[in-house]
């Protein structure tokens, strides 16, 4: 019988994906509730179109990530390594940090 590579069951599987779209959702919701509260946080349309965009591109690609490597230290590798990615963007885009 052929072995497979990836050894989590599919409700493992199955609580990672809603952890990490369930954490893209309320990242975004973060800055929506500040709104209500403060003026200092002040995003438009477009601030959450590109957030949404950015978030979602980087839980697509841990996602994918995650089913390619079969090791779980190759996995967080790759999430830090997305992770700090995501950072360094989000902080550009926030501050031009590297203008």
Same mark, same amino acid.
């Not at 349309?45 to 957030?51: E, R, Y």
């Not at 591109?57 to 230290?73: D, Q, R």
């Given at each position: 019988?052929? #072995?497979?590579?990836?050894?989590?069951? $599919?409700?493992?599987?199955?609580? !990672?994906?809603?952890? @990490?779209?369930?954490?893209?959702?309320?990242?975004l919701l973060i800055p929506l509730?500040?709104?209500?509260?403060?003026? #200092?946080?002040?995003?438009?349309?477009? $601030?959450?179109i590109v957030a949404g !965009?950015?978030?979602? @591109?980087?839980?697509f690609t841990y996602e994918l990530a995650a089913t390619k490597f079969g090791n779980s230290k190759a996995r967080l590798a790759a999430g830090i390594a997305i992770?700090?990615?995501?950072?360094l963007i989000w902080i550009e885009l926030a501050v031009g940090l590297f203008d």
């Amino acid at each position: 019988m052929v #072995e497979s590579i990836d050894k989590r069951s $599919d409700s493992s599987t199955s609580k !990672l994906r809603t952890a @990490l779209w369930g954490s893209v959702g309320f990242l975004l919701l973060i800055p929506l509730v500040a709104m209500q509260f403060t003026d #200092e946080v002040n995003w438009g349309l477009m $601030d959450f179109i590109v957030a949404g !965009l950015l978030l979602s @591109l980087a839980a697509f690609t841990y996602e994918l990530a995650a089913t390619k490597f079969g090791n779980s230290k190759a996995r967080l590798a790759a999430g830090i390594a997305i992770l700090a990615v995501l950072i360094l963007i989000w902080i550009e885009l926030a501050v031009g940090l590297f203008d």
